[in-house]
T-cell receptor, first 116, second 113 residues
Framework: DQQVKQNSPSLSVQEGRISILNCDYT??????FLWYKKYPAEGPTFLIS?????DKNEDGRFTVFLNKSAKHLSLHIVPSQPGDSAVYFC???????????????FGQGTRLTINP | DGGITQSPKYLFRKEGQNVTLSCEQN?????MYWYRQDPGQGLRLIYY???????QKGDIAEGYSVSREKKESFPLTVTSAQKNPTAFYLC????????????FGEGSWLTVV
């Protein structure tokens, strides 16, 4: 049972345009969401996150939007740059009181290619 | 079933003691990773290994050590030099560092008392 889904395995975007990566989840207990970026030959690195009490979080060129009613989040990158070409993982967490973050549930990843 | 097994799931350690977290995978993956997660933060890479007998430091390697004597095993030792070891530790593996399929274990909670 895939609780976090990234239905697009790949995405190609022109340099300078907006990249939109999507993620859907099924578990309503998830209350914290993260995006990770992975380059070839490197481990995944944290990119940006959002708590369920918010619907938007912005960090420079990266913005994450959360639609709780639709159980959907998206990552927007604008403007897209060649260095953004990587695999992006969506992840979700269901917290338990007193224990901080619990197990991360990751999506399958989306390979983003930025074309010059 | 194929997967990554981390043990123990919960571990308490006294200050000044070393502790080793186990990570075993039967996925025949070449690459393995250790991440640490603190409340409210994303994963931070501690160490990773591309192949047997090879490993590299990640972003926060100080106070940790690893070994990769077997392909399926990548134990992490949290030494007494680690100043703030209480955290959630995640092991992961992938077919190779260039792959985009990363499998994570269930995690290990380490609490220093």
């Amino acid at each position: 049972d895939q609780q976090v889904k990234q239905n697009s395995p790949s995405l190609s975007v022109q340099e300078g345009r907006i990249s939109i990566l999507n993620c859907d989840y099924t578990n309503s207990m998830f209350d914290y969401f993260l995006w990770y970026k992975k380059y070839p030959a490197e481990g995944p690195t944290f990119l940006i996150s959002i708590s369920s009490i918010k619907d938007k979080n912005e960090d420079g060129r990266f913005t994450v939007f959360l639609n709780k009613s639709a159980k959907h989040l998206s990552l927007h990158i604008v403007p897209s740059q060649p260095g953004d070409s990587a695999v992006y993982f969506c992840a979700a967490v269901a917290r338990f009181p007193g224990q901080g973050a619990q197990k991360l549930v990751f999506g399958q990843g989306t390979r983003l290619t930025i074309n010059p | 079933d194929g997967g990554i097994t981390q043990s123990p799931k919960y571990l308490f350690r006294k200050e000044g003691q070393n502790v080793t977290l186990s990570c075993e995978q039967n996925l025949n993956h070449d690459a393995m990773y250790w991440y640490r997660q603190d409340p409210g933060q994303g994963l931070r890479l501690i160490y990773y290994s591309q192949i047997v007998n090879d490993f590299q430091k990640g972003d926060i390697a100080e106070g940790y050590s690893v070994s990769r004597e077997k392909k399926e095993s990548f134990p992490l030792t949290v030494t007494s030099a680690q100043k703030n070891p209480t955290a959630f530790y995640l092991c992961a593996s992938s077919p190779g560092l260039a792959g985009n399929t990363i499998y994570f274990g269930e995690g290990s909670w380490l609490t220093v008392v």
